[in-house]
Nanobody, 126 residues
Framework: QVQLVESGGGLVQAGGSLRLSCAAS????????MGWFRQAPGKEREFVAA????????YYADSVKGRFTISRDNAKNTVYLQMNSLKPEDTAVYYC???????????????????WGQGTQVTVSS
């Protein structure tokens, strides 16, 4: 079992930055693909970014491309999401997820992910 705990969310003005962290425990995530998803009120959970087990491949939703950066530190069992140039439409609960189903390849499909964190709220004011 893998337990994931997100942190780093908060309230920020438009144009500002936040860095989310996802700390894993229970098992090393070195061979897991990792992803970030978000869910705004009244909307479905959507893909934000994903990273392969080695960090060599990353994928982003078009809406965050060029503004967000996903990275990982396998030695620390932690994944990060650096969010710059934040917009009010980025407001959501952000979830970290892990999967072995893809054999370490990054995936944008939430159905591929086995383990989820409890989420951290990000609110961007205009």
């Amino acid at each position: 079992q893998v337990q994931l705990v997100e942190s780093g969310g908060g309230l920020v003005q438009a144009g500002g930055s936040l860095r989310l962290s996802c700390a894993a425990s229970g098992r090393t995530i070195s061979y897991y693909a990792m992803g970030w998803f978000r869910q705004a009120p009244g909307k479905e959970r959507e893909f934000v970014a994903a990273i392969s087990w080695s960090g060599g491949s990353t994928y982003y939703a078009d809406s965050v491309k060029g503004r967000f950066t996903i990275s990982r530190d396998n030695a620390k069992n932690t994944v990060y999401l650096q969010m710059n140039s934040l917009k009010p439409e980025d407001t959501a609960v952000y979830y970290c997820a892990a999967t072995m189903k893809t054999y370490g390849s990054a995936s944008s499909s939430r159905l591929q992910y086995d383990y989820w964190g409890q989420g951290t709220q990000v609110t961007v004011s205009s």
